[in-house]
């Protein structure tokens, strides 16, 4: 058959990327990891200081919390609102590393330091405060330069209906989890829950901590007047904080059930798992 007469050739086709995580997303992911990590156990140990929530402006003993964790004739309890829970042994009132009992809102094992320091834990704690800030910022920068962050979490029309939202949903708590091309992108439910925590609950744990700086209440103070007051930026601060914990133990929770090897090594290495590629 002459060379006119040869059927063409189909072009090949397109290769997934190698690549499953930019190297600017791997660096945030353990920056970012190590640094709420260390942001939540100082942060307990300032919440150790004074152990109350409360909204508006100000806050002392006398004034009603509306969560409280202490201790009463050694009991520990937790109260929110007009509901107290006995909390013995784990919060208020617990066993020290010493074998002695201790009175402090939170344990020794969950923070630093682990002996009571105020003015030590501020240190730790805004030391990586500015860890954090800068490394979101730099990863929002690259993202945005790169298209990472309008490649991965933008939400199509298609994805937005409520019977593909529900599919997913139905997924997850079957615990089928994608397959070939399907994981290496990320489903609505993750696209949701990133968004909400990268353009939302990170930059209002800056904000939030932001406004309880007396610096800042000089220089910004209209930043008190969006949150209502240093106490309930305070409040909304560790409200946040523990919305995170929930958010990573299911990230944790989902990745074990998913296959924690390989995908602790595609967030190390950038590729994908091999039975993903």
């Known amino acids: ?51 109350r929530l409360y909204w508006g402006e100000y806050g002392a003993h006398d004034d009603p919390a509306w969560f409280e964790i202490g201790d009463d004739q050694g009991r520990g309890f937790i109260q929110i609102g007009d509901r107290r829970l006995d909390s013995t042994g784990i919060l208020g009132v ?85 397959k070939g091309d399907e994981a290496g992108h990320y489903n609505i439910l993750q696209k949701f829950s990133y968004i909400a925590v990268i353009f939302l609950m990170l930059p209002m744990m800056i904000f939030t901590g932001l406004a309880m700086s007396p610096a800042m209440n000089a220089a910004w103070p209209w930043l008190i007047d969006i949150f209502g007051g240093r106490q309930s930026a305070r409040s909304l601060h560790f409200l946040i904080a523990f919305s995170l914990i929930g958010f990573f133990a299911v990230h944790m929770v989902m990745v074990l059930l998913a296959g924690p090897v390989k995908h602790i090594r595609a967030m190390v290495t950038g590729r994908p798992p091999r039975n993903d590629a």
């Open 94 to 178: 617990y066993e020290g590393a010493d074998g002695t009992l201790k009175t402090h809102a939170f344990p020794y094992w969950a923070t630093i330091p682990s002996e009571y320091s105020l003015a030590d834990a501020r240190l730790w704690h805004l030391a990586f405060a500015w860890i954090f800030s800068l490394a979101l910022m730099l990863y929002l920068i690259a993202g945005l330069l790169k298209g990472h962050i309008r490649d991965s979490l933008h939400i199509t029309r298609q994805e937005w209906r409520p019977a593909h939202i529900w599919q997913d949903i139905k997924d997850h708590l079957r615990l089928r989890f994608a």
């Open 1 to 51: 058959m002459s060379e006119a007469h040869k059927p063409a050739m189909p072009p090949p086709a397109k290769q997934p990327s190698a690549i499953r995580h930019p190297l600017t997303v791997r660096l945030w992911h353990w920056a970012n990891a190590a640094a709420l990590m260390i942001l939540l156990m100082s942060g307990l140990m300032i919440f150790n200081a004074h152990p």
